[in-house]
C-alpha cells in the first residue's frame, strides 16, 4: 500500500509584526509548496474529483491545484482579496500557458470561511503528450505583503489503449472523451446513454484543394459475440461537394456514439476510420471498450 509522505520545514520568527514562512514537499507527487506570511492547511492535487499524488496526466485530463484553509490575508471589512496567477513551462524554459490574476472579478473581496482557493489546468494544446513540464501557481495579497506559491514538476501522456495506424498522414494527439461526465476516458470504460467522442487534434496530410479537405469517416462498433452494434459507412457524405475546411479539420475532428440499453456483450470493439476522398491518406483509430 502505497503511504504518502511529506516534509515540512516551517520558520517562525516572534517580533513585533507578522512574519512566517514555510515550505512544503509531496515526497510522492513532488508538489512543493512555500509560503511568507500566508498559510495553509492543505494543498493537494485533485482529478476527476478524486484526491492524487501522481505526476503523470492524461492529455485531455483536467487538474485541479487546491488550496484549503488559505489564512493570513490582510483583510478590509473582513474580506481578503487574493489574486492568482498560473504559469506552466517546458524544459527549455519557455511558456506554454500563462494566466494572471484569475481572482481579479472579486474586486470588493472575498469573505469566505475557510477559504478555499482553486487552480485549475486543462491539460491540453499547447502542452502535448510526451511532454515534461512545470506548473508554478502564484497566490498574492494585493492588500498585503502576503504570498504562497506552488511547483509541481509534470508529464503527460497519451491514451495508450488506442490504437493508431496512419497511412501519409501525421497527427497530434487522439482520445476519448465522456459527454455525460465532463472528462476524458483513459480505462476504456463507458456508461449506456453517454455521449463518447472519439478525437483527433492536428491531423495533417490530407490533400487540399481551395484551402478545403474532403474526408471519409467510417465508425464501426462490434461486441464479442461479433454483433454488430454500429456501423456507419461515411459521417461526412454531406461534405463530397463542399469539402470542410482544412483548418478546421486540422485543428480537431471527431465522431460520437451513445448506446443505450442495459447490458452488452463486453468488450466492444469501436473502429474509426478517417481516409481522403482525393489521396490514399488515411488513419485508423480503434480501442476496446468496457460498457457498464
Same mark, same amino acid.
Do not use: W
Given at each position: ?15 513585533? /509584526? ?21 498559510? /495553509? @492547511? ?33 483583510? %478590509? ?15 527549455? !524554459? ?6 494572471? @490574476? ?13 477559504? %478555499?482557493?482553486?487552480? @485549475? ?21 494585493? $492588500? ?12 503527460? $501522456? ?14 497530434? %494527439? ?7 461526465? *465532463?472528462?476524458?476516458?483513459?480505462? !476504456?470504460? =463507458? ?17 487540399? %484543394? ?10 464501426? =462498433? ?17 461534405? *463530397? ?24 456483450? *463486453? ?10 476522398? $482525393? ?14
Amino acid at each position: 500500500m502505497k503511504t504518502t509522505i511529506s516534509a515540512i520545514l516551517i520558520v517562525m520568527i516572534l517580533s513585533g /509584526c507578522r512574519f512566517s514562512k514555510s515550505v512544503k514537499k509531496d515526497l510522492i507527487s513532488g508538489l512543493t509548496t512555500t509560503g511568507s506570511v500566508l498559510t /495553509c @492547511d492543505d494543498v493537494y492535487l485533485s482529478v476527476n474529483n478524486e484526491r492524487t499524488t501522481r505526476n503523470t496526466f492524461y492529455y485531455g485530463e483536467m487538474i485541479h491545484l487546491i488550496f484549503s484553509d488559505i489564512q493570513g490575508f490582510t483583510r %478590509e471589512n473582513g474580506n481578503s482579496f487574493p489574486s492568482m496567477d498560473i504559469l506552466v513551462t517546458n524544459t527549455s !524554459g519557455d511558456t506554454v500557458l500563462n494566466a494572471n @490574476d484569475l481572482y481579479s472579478e472579486y474586486s470588493s473581496g472575498m469573505d469566505y470561511t475557510p477559504l %478555499e482557493l482553486t487552480a @485549475d489546468i486543462t491539460i491540453a494544446s499547447p502542452i502535448t503528450s510526451g511532454g515534461h513540464y512545470t506548473l508554478l501557481v502564484s497566490i498574492k495579497d494585493k $492588500k498585503g505583503p502576503g504570498t504562497y506559491t506552488s511547483r509541481l514538476n509534470f508529464s503527460v $501522456k497519451a491514451n495508450d489503449r488506442l490504437k493508431i495506424e496512419t497511412n501519409g498522414v501525421s497527427l497530434n %494527439e487522439a482520445y476519448l472523451y465522456s459527454q455525460g461526465n *465532463n472528462r476524458i476516458i483513459n480505462d !476504456g470504460k =463507458i456508461k449506456f446513454d453517454d455521449n463518447i467522442y472519439l478525437i483527433i487534434e492536428g491531423l495533417k496530410g490530407f490533400k487540399e %484543394e481551395n484551402d478545403m479537405v474532403f474526408p471519409g469517416l467510417s465508425l464501426n =462498433i462490434t461486441d464479442s459475440a461479433k454483433n454488430v452494434i454500429l456501423n456507419i459507412d461515411d459521417l461526412f457524405s454531406e461534405y *463530397n461537394a463542399t469539402g470542410i475546411s482544412a483548418s478546421d479539420f486540422t485543428s480537431r475532428v471527431s465522431a460520437h456514439f451513445k448506446l443505450t440499453g442495459d447490458q452488452a456483450n *463486453n468488450p466492444l470493439h469501436c473502429v474509426m476510420n478517417i481516409h481522403d476522398k $482525393k489521396s490514399n491518406a488515411s488513419v485508423n483509430v480503434s480501442t476496446d471498450l468496457i460498457l457498464e
